[in-house]
C-alpha cells in the first residue's frame, strides 16, 4: 500500500484518463462484472449498501460489495459473494490483486484509491456473484468508480455540503457531480434531497431518459409504533425496525428497498427484506461499545456511542438519535470529537450545541493533515459550549472517569471515520 500511494503525488485527483488506461491494460475488468448497482451522495452511501446487501443475501444472491473508506483494515473494501453471505477478501488474495494491477500500470501516475477500485473490478470479475454493489468514493461525475456504461441502477443517498475543495461549494453543484452517475436508460433511485439538489437530479435523470423513483413522489417510508413502513405504487410492508440506530436509518433502508423494489431482476419477497432491514450492520454509524480495552477506561456504568459523522448533515442526524436516547433514558452528555483539518468543526458541532455544554476535542492519531484540537476548541468555544482538550480518545475517556457523576453519563465518540477507525482498533472490536 505504501509503494502503491507514492504512484501519484496527491491522494485525491478526480480525473478518469488514469483510470480507463489502466483498465484497457487490465483487458477491461469492469466489462466483466455481474450487473452492478451504483450508489451516490454525501451521508448514508455506506448504510444503504449495508441493507441492500442483507436483503439481497437473505433472497439467496451472491453479493460483492466495494465500499469506502476502510475504518481499521483495507480488506474491508472488498467484499466477496458467497451463498450465505460474503466474506472479506484475504490478505494473500488481495495482495495478489493489487501487484496485478501494479504491474499492468507499469510505474504511471495513478492515485491509490483508482488502483484500488481497478483490482475491486479485476478481483470481482475473477468471482461468479449476482450482483455487484458499487459506493462511490468522492463526488460521482470524476470518480473512479463511474466507468461502469450500464449498471443495474443508480442509486442517489441523501446530497448535502462536504468535500468543497473537489465538489464545487454550492448544493447545485454538489448535486450536479452526483447525478452525473446517472446513465441513460437506467433507473435512478433517490433519497429525498433539498429542492435545489433534487433539481439538479431531476434534469439529469431527464436528459439521459432515466426513470426516476424519488422519495417522498414514487415512494415513502414511516416510522409508525416503531416499525418501518413502506409503502409505493405496488402496495405497502410493515417491518421490524433496523437494526442500526436512527431515524434517518429508516430513510436509508428505505432507500435500499426502493431501489430493489425498482428492478424488475429480483425477486424479493416480504420475508427478505424484513430480514435484511433487521441483520444489516455497519459499523461506526451510531454504533454502542458495550465492552473492549477502551470501554474498561470509561467511567463505571456509562453509555458509549461511536458515528463517523464528519459534516454538517451527518451531525444533525446523529444529534437527532441522541435526542431520541435522551427521550427514553435522560443521561448528561459527553461529545468527544476530532476532526480532519477540511472540515466545518462550527457547522458539525452547532448540532450539539442544544445538546451538551461539554466537549473533548481530540487528536486524530497518524492523519498529518487532522484538525489539532486547539482549533477545534476553538470552533466550540464560540458556540458557548465548555471545552477541554485531550491527547486522545483514551485519555479522554479516564479524565472522564476521574469526574463524580451522579449519573453515569452518555458519551459520544464522532467527527470522522478515521477517527472511529482508530476508536475500533484500539477498543479490540474492529469490523468483520
Given at each position: 500500500?505504501?509503494?502503491?500511494?507514492?504512484?501519484?503525488?496527491?491522494?485525491?485527483?478526480l480525473n478518469l484518463d488514469r483510470m480507463h488506461r489502466l483498465l484497457q491494460r487490465l483487458e477491461h475488468p469492469e466489462r466483466k462484472l455481474p450487473p452492478v448497482i451504483h450508489v451516490a451522495g454525501t451521508n448514508g452511501k455506506g448504510s444503504t449498501i449495508a441493507y441492500l446487501r442483507a436483503v439481497l443475501e437473505a433472497a439467496g444472491l451472491r453479493v460483492h460489495a466495494y465500499t469506502s473508506p476502510y475504518l481499521v483494515r483495507i480488506n474491508e473494501c472488498f467484499r466477496l459473494g458467497r451463498r450465505g453471505g460474503g466474506v472479506l477478501v484475504g490478505d494473500d488474495e488481495l495482495r495478489g490483486a493489487l501487484e496485478h494491477c501494479e504491474r499492468a500500470n507499469a510505474g504511471a501516475p495513478i492515485t491509490i484509491f483508482e488502483i484500488e477500485t481497478a483490482a475491486a473490478f479485476?478481483?470481482?470479475?475473477q468471482h461468479p456473484a449476482d450482483v455487484v454493489l458499487l459506493e462511490v468514493g468522492l463526488g460521482g461525475r470524476l470518480d473512479a468508480t463511474n466507468v461502469i456504461d450500464t449498471p443495474l441502477a443508480s442509486v442517489i443517498a441523501p446530497v448535502s455540503m462536504d468535500h468543497t475543495e473537489f465538489l464545487g461549494d454550492t448544493l447545485r453543484t454538489i448535486a450536479g457531480?452526483?447525478?452525473?452517475?446517472?446513465?441513460?436508460?437506467?433507473?435512478?433511485?433517490?433519497?429525498?434531497?433539498?429542492?435545489?439538489?433534487?433539481?439538479?437530479?431531476?434534469?439529469q435523470a431527464k436528459r439521459m431518459h432515466a426513470s426516476l423513483h424519488a422519495a417522498g413522489q414514487d415512494w415513502h417510508v414511516n416510522v409508525e409504533r416503531g416499525r418501518l413502513v413502506y409503502q409505493d405504487d405496488r402496495g405497502l410492508m410493515d417491518l421490524a425496525a433496523p437494526r442500526l440506530f436512527g431515524r434517518h436509518q429508516f430513510d436509508n433502508a428505505g432507500l435500499a428497498i426502493a431501489t430493489l423494489r425498482a428492478l424488475e431482476v429480483f425477486r424479493i419477497d416480504a420475508a427478505a427484506f424484513?430480514?435484511?432491514i433487521v441483520n444489516a450492520?455497519?459499523?461506526a454509524r451510531m454504533q454502542r461499545l458495550a465492552s473492549g480495552a477502551l470501554v474498561d477506561q470509561a467511567p463505571p456504568g456509562c453509555e458509549i456511542w461511536l458515528d463517523g459523522g464528519h459534516n454538517a448533515e451527518g451531525g444533525r442526524v446523529v444529534a437527532a438519535a441522541l435526542g431520541d436516547l435522551e427521550e427514553r433514558v435522560s443521561r448528561p452528555l459527553v461529545v468527544i470529537v476530532g476532526m480532519m483539518g477540511n472540515k466545518d468543526a462550527g457547522a458539525f458541532l452547532a448540532n450539539f450545541a442544544g445538546l451538551t455544554r461539554h466537549i473533548i476535542a481530540v487528536q486524530i492519531p497518524d492523519r498529518g493533515n487532522a484538525m489539532p484540537p486547539d482549533r477545534l476548541a476553538d470552533a466550540a468555544r464560540a458556540l458557548g459550549m465548555r471545552v477541554e482538550t485531550c491527547a486522545g480518545v483514551g485519555a479522554a475517556l479516564r479524565s472522564l472517569a476521574r469526574l463524580a457523576y451522579e449519573t453515569p453519563p452518555r458519551i459520544l465518540i464522532t467527527g470522522s471515520l478515521y477517527l472511529a477507525g482508530h476508536v475500533l482498533a484500539a477498543n479490540g472490536t474492529p469490523p468483520g
Open positions: 500500500m505504501a509503494r502503491l500511494s507514492a504512484l501519484h503525488l496527491r491522494r485525491i485527483d479485476w478481483l470481482f470479475a457531480e452526483k447525478a452525473a452517475i446517472i446513465k441513460r436508460n437506467v433507473p435512478a433511485i433517490c433519497a429525498e434531497q433539498p429542492p435545489e439538489a433534487m433539481a439538479v437530479i431531476e434534469q424484513e430480514a435484511g450492520e455497519w459499523p
